[in-house]
């Protein structure tokens, strides 16, 4: 037989334990119906005599708290399925196993409300029509031929092809020179080891003038007039120009190289955030 000591530190430990599982419901850790509430209580009740100590009262009063938390979730529970209409799968499997197929077809035909539409030619409609088509002009009013208007053509001057940026003031490659000089200068006074930040070549004060830099030092790359140092590690791209254009650029497989201009790289340029 157990001793008054020995049975009043085993209630303490059942009733801990309870407020333990108790307080794993309320955290919707745990099912609130996996809580037997009717041998809680019992268990409350068989260990109630032994306490005679405060600190026993207080676990004790502790307990019945926490279970009345686990009641209002259960009672929460009941009422959230009744109201939203939920039926338990495994009933409705029950209920299925025991009705026959045609129990089941009759069911389906009964609950069953298919949308159907009538679509068909009318009195009212016809004379619609009728009106409609009354109101339309005749086909040589409505589908008058158009006849294009005819224009003079004449021959273009090229500071008219220049004006309308067809042709540059400059030949092509002459703009490229004068880039690629551009571009050693810049370096001679910029960079380091011959060589300079590719963003901090082709920025400028607009987006429309970075953009037309950097169409200008693909070219420049293309064409043997400079070269790309790209270091992915640290994520650094610089571009070095020749001294003299390599003549023999052609005799080499070029390795396109593409690289992001966008708006939002310039304004990060320009707030100084870009490291290429």
Known sequence: MQSKRTRTKLGREKLQRIIEMCASVEKRSLDPFL??????????KEY???????????LDAETIHHLASVIKLQSEWVKHRSTSLYTDPFLLEEKLTRISKEDIVNIFVKAWHPTVELEQISIHSLAEAIKYWKSLLPLNERWKQLFPEEI????????????????????????LEKFWHKLKGEVEEKGENGKIRYWNFIGAETYEETVHKAFMTSFLVTYGYATLEIYPLEEEMFIK???????????????SIPIAITAEHWMKWKRGELNE
């Open 35 to 44: 809580m037997d509430v009717d041998e809680v209580i019992s268990v409350v």
């Open 48 to 58: 109630f005599p032994e306490w005679e100590l405060p600190e026993d009262l207080c």
């Open 152 to 175: 003079k053509t004449g021959l273009a001057t090229r500071e008219e092809l220049i004006r309308q940026r067809f042709m540059r003031d400059t030949a092509f490659s002459e703009e």
């Open 241 to 255: 120009p020749y001294e003299k254009p390599l003549t023999k650029i052609g005799e080499k497989q070029l390795v």
